[in-house]
């Protein structure tokens, strides 16, 4: 009955919806992020803790009302040294207030998730979660197709659609990787563009790309730049059949172009492995992975400019639809539209194209990398055993079959920083590993461990069939370079032995290890709970980046 105003200072009513929140003050749950009542308005750190409970040693579960709206409850994974940074980051937030920039708490990111229209059983979040834009990334949600209210988020996606692992075998080991090892770091190098709007030499025109949009890794087939078994060793199969070219922008399409088979920046890189110790004995066999010492190669990158601009464009068709059909978010950075509505269609055609551009481009990376070794070691890739074990998607949105409460549904699973993880004897995995469960791949930081893990049923019951992805970053980027040294940090790389080529020496200090978690807690978190399995570690011998 009182006077009120939203400090987002937008002038069309639409945009606010009045809702009670702590003490009998109001916040604004649509699009604005603004909180009413001076500081008392906003809870404590003790007052937040009281709607979260330990479920037990890995897991966390965040009940309604932590956030307003909710439809289901939150969990998120973390063993005692991870939830450290999750409740510190909580801290921060409670004291400064919703005044302090930058993304909310991965934690409040995840119940915002949770009052999503259309969400069902919980809103997920891997033990490498940190703040993104609108979901955090590691968070997992599902949204029933048969409710007419169910939404598709862009911000559950992510930027760099599809950006995703793939990992490569060979039958080398370590002591023929030894005298040259600098060598073959540089040559590979040379044969992959890095670095910020790097451009790629694999030859491609508009009508090309066309084609590749629509056709993924079969186009990559036809043109001779993969073999017919990798597609059988990727997730899809290489391809989304929903892939709408003509959905995708002008603009989307002349970023795309001149990436082909780029590797980028940030946190993209190619690394040259050697396996450091196999758990599982039996499914690192049917990955033609037998020894320790053996020789891979691990390629991380996305769908590079066109993707961003895929997600840019839906954003703004997106915020339009919400105006329209008074969709209602905690978070403005949770645009979505309904999944049958024509901007929710438009979005996953232009999506998929996005995807299969992803895996092209990695396709594109392996043909190089394939070509590196090749001359480098004066025989051919396929008597050097370089065959694609897997490959991953980490940012993607995709139709599923799962139980919920008792019941097969179909849903649309975004998985934003998340690798599916199916279980043995699932359908979608291919025929060698029907038996093992699927291969995912978990990157390390430059110069940390990576990991290679199989999916669970126990995987699939809690958690949509889905883990971890990555370490998860601790701290921004920003902070990175302004604590840390690059020339200190190559020294650290050189004195374990690793070769490193860099396009940009302050992309040294952005991406290394102190700026991550511990990968190896992620991954054992992921295991103690049983929602993946550790089949392989593997150390970097030499890194790659933009």
Known sequence: GGLWTCAGQRSDP?????????????????????????????????????????????????????????????????????????????????????????????????????????????????????????????NVAAFDTTD?????????????????????????????????????AQSLFDHIPVGVGSQGIIPTSAANLESALEMGMDWSLREGYSWAEDKEHCEEYGRMLNADPTKVSARAKKRGLPQMGTLGAGNHYAEIQAVEEIFDTHAARKMGIEREGQI???????????GHQVATDALTSMERAMARDNIVTNDRQLACARIQSQEGKDYLDAMACAANYAWVNRSSMTFLCRQAFAKMF??????????????VSHNIAKFEEHMVDGKLKTLLVHRKGSTRAFPPHHPLIPVDYQFTGQPVL???????????LTGTERGMQQTFGSTCHGA?????????????????????????????????????ME???????????????????????????LRPVAVIKG
């Open 511 to 537: 991406e290394a290890p102190e700026s991550y978690k511990d990968v190896s807690a992620v991954v054992d978190t992921c295991h103690e709970a049983g929602i993946s399995k550790k089949a392989v570690k």
């Open 442 to 452: 978990i990157g390390g930081t430059m110069g940390t461990c990576s990991y290679v």
């Open 296 to 306: 891979c190669v691990m390629i991380h990158s996305g769908s590079r400019g066109l």
């Open 148 to 184: 007419p209210a169910s939404v598709v988020s862009p911000g559950g996606v992510g930027f760099d659609i599809n950006c995703g692992v793939r990992l490569l075998r060979t039958n080398l080991h370590l002591k023929d990787l030894e005298p040259v090892q600098e060598q073959l």
């Open 472 to 508: 998860g970053r601790s701290c921004s980027r920003h902070s990175s370079r302004s604590k840390l040294d690059f020339q200190e940090v190559l020294d650290r790389l050189k004195t374990k032995g690793i070769s490193i080529r860099v396009a940009s020496p302050k992309l040294v």
């Open 14 to 138: 639409r945009w606010h919806v009045a809702a009670p929140w702590v003490g009998g003050h109001v916040r604004c749950v649509s699009l604005c992020r603004a909180v009413w009542g001076g500081a008392e308005g906003m809870r404590t750190l003790e007052e937040e803790m009281k709607f979260l409970e330990r479920v037990d040693d890995t897991r966390f579960r965040v009940h309604v009302g932590f956030v307003p709206n909710m439809r289901v409850t939150g969990t998120f994974y973390a063993n005692k040294k991870l939830e450290t940074l999750l409740f510190d980051e909580l801290r921060a937030y409670s004291q400064r207030g919703n005044h302090g920039g930058g993304f909310l708490p991965a934690v409040k990111q995840l119940a915002n998730v949770a009052a999503l229209p259309g969400v069902v059983g919980e809103s997920i979040a891997l033990p490498d979660v940190h703040s993104g834009y609108g979901f955090a990334i590691g």
């Open 378 to 391: 004066n025989s051919t890739p396929d008597d050097l055993d370089m065959h694609v074990v897997y490959d």
